[in-house]
Protein backbone atom coordinates (compact mmCIF):
# COMPACT_ATOMS: atom_id res chain seq x y z
CA UNK A 1 0.00 0.00 0.00
CA UNK A 2 1.16 3.61 -0.89
CA UNK A 3 1.46 6.08 1.53
CA UNK A 4 1.53 9.56 0.44
CA UNK A 5 2.82 12.00 2.65
CA UNK A 6 1.95 15.85 1.99
CA UNK A 7 3.88 18.59 2.95
CA UNK A 8 3.61 21.47 4.30
CA UNK A 9 0.19 20.87 6.30
CA UNK A 10 -0.31 24.26 6.17
CA UNK A 11 1.08 26.85 3.83
CA UNK A 12 0.46 30.58 5.10
CA UNK A 13 1.02 33.13 2.01
CA UNK A 14 0.00 36.48 0.51
CA UNK A 15 -2.12 36.64 -3.04
CA UNK A 16 0.26 37.21 -5.73
CA UNK A 17 2.80 34.82 -3.94
CA UNK A 18 4.36 31.34 -5.15
CA UNK A 19 2.94 28.48 -3.69
CA UNK A 20 4.95 25.23 -3.53
CA UNK A 21 2.73 21.61 -2.08
CA UNK A 22 4.98 18.97 -1.86
CA UNK A 23 3.73 15.00 -2.06
CA UNK A 24 6.29 12.48 -1.36
CA UNK A 25 5.27 8.50 -1.94
CA UNK A 26 6.21 5.91 0.28
CA UNK A 27 6.86 3.71 -3.12
CA UNK A 28 7.66 4.69 -6.70
CA UNK A 29 4.02 5.97 -8.14
CA UNK A 30 3.55 3.87 -11.48
CA UNK A 31 3.98 5.67 -14.81
CA UNK A 32 3.40 9.29 -12.65
CA UNK A 33 0.05 7.85 -12.17
CA UNK A 34 -0.74 11.20 -10.01
CA UNK A 35 -3.03 13.66 -9.66
CA UNK A 36 -3.90 16.56 -7.68
CA UNK A 37 -7.05 18.25 -6.42
CA UNK A 38 -8.27 21.53 -4.66
CA UNK A 39 -11.26 21.69 -2.36
CA UNK A 40 -12.66 24.86 -0.92
CA UNK A 41 -14.85 24.69 2.27
CA UNK A 42 -18.07 23.20 1.57
CA UNK A 43 -17.57 21.97 -1.92
CA UNK A 44 -16.22 19.18 -4.09
CA UNK A 45 -12.92 18.44 -4.79
CA UNK A 46 -11.54 19.23 -8.43
CA UNK A 47 -9.72 17.79 -10.54
CA UNK A 48 -6.45 20.07 -11.09
CA UNK A 49 -3.54 17.92 -12.34
CA UNK A 50 -3.45 14.54 -13.86
CA UNK A 51 -0.75 12.11 -14.93
CA UNK A 52 1.53 14.26 -12.78
CA UNK A 53 1.90 17.22 -14.57
CA UNK A 54 -1.25 17.71 -17.24
CA UNK A 55 -3.42 20.71 -16.36
CA UNK A 56 -7.04 18.95 -16.13
CA UNK A 57 -10.07 21.05 -18.40
CA UNK A 58 -10.28 24.74 -17.68
CA UNK A 59 -7.55 24.54 -15.08
CA UNK A 60 -5.54 28.02 -15.26
CA UNK A 61 -2.05 27.69 -16.19
CA UNK A 62 -0.60 28.84 -12.98
CA UNK A 63 -1.19 25.81 -12.02
CA UNK A 64 1.62 23.29 -13.08
CA UNK A 65 2.64 19.96 -11.77
CA UNK A 66 5.57 18.30 -11.47
CA UNK A 67 7.88 15.02 -10.51
CA UNK A 68 8.23 11.53 -10.58
CA UNK A 69 8.95 8.84 -8.65
CA UNK A 70 7.88 9.16 -4.67
CA UNK A 71 8.14 12.91 -5.38
CA UNK A 72 5.71 15.61 -6.44
CA UNK A 73 5.21 18.64 -6.50
CA UNK A 74 2.31 21.51 -7.10
CA UNK A 75 3.34 24.79 -7.90
CA UNK A 76 0.83 28.08 -8.02
CA UNK A 77 2.76 30.14 -9.40
CA UNK A 78 0.67 33.48 -8.53
CA UNK A 79 -1.86 32.88 -5.92
CA UNK A 80 -5.03 34.46 -6.41
CA UNK A 81 -7.41 34.82 -3.71
CA UNK A 82 -9.82 32.13 -5.18
CA UNK A 83 -7.21 29.86 -5.25
CA UNK A 84 -7.01 29.70 -1.17
CA UNK A 85 -8.44 26.26 -0.55
CA UNK A 86 -6.83 23.03 0.58
CA UNK A 87 -5.31 20.68 -1.75
CA UNK A 88 -4.39 16.96 -1.79
CA UNK A 89 -2.85 14.83 -4.10
CA UNK A 90 -3.65 10.93 -5.29
CA UNK A 91 -1.97 7.76 -6.62
CA UNK A 92 -3.89 5.40 -9.00
CA UNK A 93 -0.71 3.58 -10.00
CA UNK A 94 -1.44 0.69 -7.48
CA UNK A 95 -4.77 -0.48 -5.40
CA UNK A 96 -5.50 0.73 -3.42
CA UNK A 97 -6.24 4.43 -4.23
CA UNK A 98 -4.51 7.05 -2.27
CA UNK A 99 -4.58 10.59 -0.94
CA UNK A 100 -2.16 12.46 0.76
CA UNK A 101 -3.27 14.32 3.98
CA UNK A 102 -3.76 17.41 2.50
CA UNK A 103 -1.83 21.11 2.82
CA UNK A 104 -4.18 24.03 3.56
CA UNK A 105 -3.28 26.99 1.56
CA UNK A 106 -4.14 30.75 3.52
CA UNK A 107 -3.92 34.22 3.68
CA UNK A 108 -1.10 35.32 5.39
CA UNK B 1 -22.13 18.92 -18.92
CA UNK B 2 -21.46 16.34 -16.42
CA UNK B 3 -23.67 15.71 -13.45
CA UNK B 4 -23.66 13.64 -10.52
CA UNK B 5 -26.71 13.50 -7.40
CA UNK B 6 -26.05 11.94 -4.37
CA UNK B 7 -28.73 10.37 -1.83
CA UNK B 8 -29.63 8.41 1.00
CA UNK B 9 -27.64 9.79 3.58
CA UNK B 10 -28.33 10.13 7.10
CA UNK B 11 -28.20 9.13 11.38
CA UNK B 12 -28.22 5.15 11.62
CA UNK B 13 -27.60 3.85 14.76
CA UNK B 14 -24.60 1.48 15.29
CA UNK B 15 -24.87 -2.13 13.76
CA UNK B 16 -27.42 -0.34 11.25
CA UNK B 17 -27.51 0.05 7.34
CA UNK B 18 -28.17 2.24 4.36
CA UNK B 19 -28.13 2.59 1.18
CA UNK B 20 -26.55 5.24 -1.02
CA UNK B 21 -27.26 6.04 -4.67
CA UNK B 22 -25.47 8.15 -7.00
CA UNK B 23 -27.77 9.58 -10.33
CA UNK B 24 -25.69 10.29 -13.27
CA UNK B 25 -26.47 12.45 -16.41
CA UNK B 26 -24.10 13.99 -19.10
CA UNK B 27 -21.96 11.39 -19.97
CA UNK B 28 -22.28 7.38 -21.49
CA UNK B 29 -22.65 6.18 -17.32
CA UNK B 30 -22.06 2.38 -18.74
CA UNK B 31 -18.57 3.86 -20.47
CA UNK B 32 -16.87 4.75 -17.07
CA UNK B 33 -15.82 2.83 -14.04
CA UNK B 34 -17.23 5.06 -10.76
CA UNK B 35 -16.01 5.34 -7.20
CA UNK B 36 -17.05 6.29 -3.79
CA UNK B 37 -14.79 8.62 -1.86
CA UNK B 38 -15.48 9.85 2.08
CA UNK B 39 -14.47 12.45 4.10
CA UNK B 40 -14.74 12.66 7.89
CA UNK B 41 -15.86 15.66 9.56
CA UNK B 42 -12.33 17.86 9.21
CA UNK B 43 -10.76 14.95 7.79
CA UNK B 44 -9.14 14.32 4.35
CA UNK B 45 -10.37 12.33 1.64
CA UNK B 46 -9.73 8.31 1.22
CA UNK B 47 -11.25 6.26 -1.22
CA UNK B 48 -13.80 3.67 -0.21
CA UNK B 49 -15.18 1.88 -3.77
CA UNK B 50 -15.05 1.10 -7.02
CA UNK B 51 -16.66 -0.61 -9.76
CA UNK B 52 -16.04 -0.83 -13.62
CA UNK B 53 -18.65 -0.35 -16.18
CA UNK B 54 -20.52 -2.90 -16.67
CA UNK B 55 -20.72 -3.79 -13.16
CA UNK B 56 -18.65 -6.46 -13.20
CA UNK B 57 -15.51 -5.59 -11.52
CA UNK B 58 -15.48 -4.43 -7.97
CA UNK B 59 -13.15 -2.87 -5.57
CA UNK B 60 -12.86 -2.12 -2.35
CA UNK B 61 -10.64 -0.69 0.93
CA UNK B 62 -10.04 -3.21 3.49
CA UNK B 63 -11.88 -0.97 5.93
CA UNK B 64 -14.85 -1.33 4.81
CA UNK B 65 -14.41 -5.36 2.50
CA UNK B 66 -17.56 -7.56 3.86
CA UNK B 67 -19.26 -5.10 5.16
CA UNK B 68 -20.03 -2.52 1.73
CA UNK B 69 -21.68 -3.44 -1.32
CA UNK B 70 -20.81 -1.17 -5.05
CA UNK B 71 -22.91 -1.92 -7.82
CA UNK B 72 -24.48 0.06 -10.64
CA UNK B 73 -27.90 -0.10 -12.79
CA UNK B 74 -26.68 1.13 -16.09
CA UNK B 75 -30.07 1.21 -17.07
CA UNK B 76 -31.22 3.76 -15.09
CA UNK B 77 -27.67 5.94 -15.01
CA UNK B 78 -27.12 5.10 -11.16
CA UNK B 79 -24.28 3.46 -8.81
CA UNK B 80 -24.95 2.51 -5.14
CA UNK B 81 -23.60 1.43 -2.06
CA UNK B 82 -25.00 -0.83 0.13
CA UNK B 83 -23.40 -0.16 3.46
CA UNK B 84 -24.20 -2.50 6.13
CA UNK B 85 -22.88 -3.22 9.84
CA UNK B 86 -22.15 0.23 10.51
CA UNK B 87 -19.63 1.41 13.14
CA UNK B 88 -18.85 5.43 14.43
CA UNK B 89 -15.33 5.38 12.42
CA UNK B 90 -18.09 5.25 9.16
CA UNK B 91 -19.42 8.77 9.75
CA UNK B 92 -18.10 11.17 6.84
CA UNK B 93 -19.43 12.82 3.89
CA UNK B 94 -19.53 10.13 0.89
CA UNK B 95 -18.67 11.43 -2.32
CA UNK B 96 -19.63 9.50 -5.83
CA UNK B 97 -17.09 10.38 -8.96
CA UNK B 98 -16.28 9.48 -12.17
CA UNK B 99 -13.19 7.85 -13.44
CA UNK B 100 -12.40 9.43 -16.78
CA UNK B 101 -11.67 5.86 -18.07
CA UNK B 102 -13.52 2.63 -17.92
CA UNK B 103 -10.63 1.57 -15.03
CA UNK B 104 -10.34 2.84 -11.22
CA UNK B 105 -6.33 3.18 -11.75
CA UNK B 106 -7.25 6.81 -12.91
CA UNK B 107 -7.89 9.95 -11.50
CA UNK B 108 -11.37 10.94 -10.91
CA UNK B 109 -12.48 14.21 -13.16
CA UNK B 110 -16.12 14.82 -11.56
CA UNK B 111 -17.99 15.07 -8.08
CA UNK B 112 -21.09 15.15 -7.07
CA UNK B 113 -21.94 16.90 -3.80
CA UNK B 114 -21.76 14.58 -1.34
CA UNK B 115 -25.02 12.48 1.08
CA UNK B 116 -23.95 12.75 4.92
CA UNK B 117 -23.93 9.46 6.78
CA UNK B 118 -23.77 10.09 11.00
CA UNK B 119 -23.38 6.49 12.59
CA UNK B 120 -24.45 7.63 15.96
CA UNK B 121 -26.70 5.81 18.84
Known amino acids: EIVLTQSPGTLSLSPGERAILSCRAS???????LAWYQQKPGQAPRLLID???SRATGIPDRFSGSGSGTDFTLTISRLEPEDFAVYYC?????????FGGGTKVEIK | EVHLLESGGGLVQPGGSLRLSCAAS????????MSWVRQAPGGGLKWVSS????????YYADSVKGRFTISRDNSKNTLYLQVNSLRAEDTALYYC??????????????WGQGTLVTVSS
Open chain 1, 90 to 98: QQYGRSPLA
Open chain 1, 51 to 53: GAS
Open chain 2, 97 to 110: AKHPYDTNRASFDY
Open chain 1, 27 to 33: QSVITRY
Open chain 2, 26 to 33: GFSFANYA
Open chain 2, 51 to 58: IGGSGTAT
